[in-house]
């Protein structure tokens, strides 16, 4: 039992374990691999490495209260989870095309990365790819880049190397969190959802112009 484990640990390590149950609770995932705030460069996590040593406490810990962990040593990613499917943030279209649009550049890179799980792109590059897309059909405003990139930080799905998150020259590292998010499955169920949207947009187009839509 937790309780056992508990009693074991220094009172250093209790501190440690409560800090970082609330920086589950808040992030939802909790990357090994970072950027470092003062050198930019990419450091391990130390609270990643703390749940790595206690992962079974924490595992009990959380399913008292119907939550569970995942931890994937492969791709260097901590996730909590509720079981019961309660307790989710609901992101907007917005938000959410960012996050596949980030989701295909990740997959795209992966034969590249080698040893490394990280992507990089930039501000510029995500936008030019959503409007490939067909996800946006005009220059989102700066208030939704800031937002909802934001966002994206906040959880540990993203981070800025420099600039702000409205300059086209900003470096992003996509984290491997990502592809915990967004699935396979995801990323092909959106990618029917736009194929049938634009299949109706031709359709309309033809009515339009009095031809018929042909393959």
């Known amino acids: 039992?937790?309780?056992?484990?508990?009693?074991?640990?220094?009172?250093?390590?209790?501190?440690?374990?409560?800090?970082?149950?609330?920086?589950?609770?808040?992030?939802?995932?909790?990357?090994?691999?970072?950027?470092?705030v003062k050198s930019h460069g990419i450091v391990i996590n130390k609270d990643f490495r703390f749940l790595e040593r206690y992962q079974t406490l924490f595992s009990d810990y959380f399913r008292v209260a119907g939550w569970g962990t995942q931890l994937d040593g492969h791709r260097g990613v901590a996730a909590l989870y509720n079981r019961f499917g309660y307790n989710h943030r609901r992101l907007d279209k917005?938000?959410?095309?960012?996050?596949?649009?980030?989701?295909?550049?990740?997959?795209?890179?992966?034969?590249?990365?080698?040893?490394?799980?990280?992507?990089?792109?930039?501000?510029?590059?995500?936008?030019?790819?959503?409007?490939?897309?067909?996800?946006?059909?005009?220059?989102?405003?700066?208030?939704?880049?800031?937002?909802?990139?934001?966002?994206?930080?906040?959880?540990?799905?993203?981070?800025?190397l420099d600039g702000s998150w409205t300059t086209p020259q900003t470096r992003l590292i996509i984290y491997p969190s990502v592809t915990l998010l967004v699935s396979n499955e995801k990323i092909g169920e959106l990618y029917e959802t736009l194929r049938q949207t634009s299949i109706g947009e031709e359709g309309r187009e033809d009515e339009a112009s009095g031809e018929d839509a042909i393959d």
């Open 1 to 36: 039992m937790w309780e056992q484990e508990w009693e074991k640990m220094s009172d250093k390590d209790r501190e440690q374990f409560a800090r970082v149950v609330n920086l589950l609770f808040q992030k939802t995932f909790i990357v090994r691999d970072e950027v470092d």
């Open 94 to 160: 917005a938000a959410t095309y960012i996050l596949f649009t980030l989701r295909l550049i990740y997959e795209e890179q992966l034969e590249k990365l080698a040893l490394r799980r990280e992507a990089f792109t930039t501000v510029g590059e995500l936008l030019e790819k959503m409007f490939h897309l067909g996800l946006l059909d005009k220059k989102p405003s700066d208030k939704m880049l800031r937002e909802n990139l934001g966002i994206l930080k906040n959880h540990s799905i993203i981070d800025k």
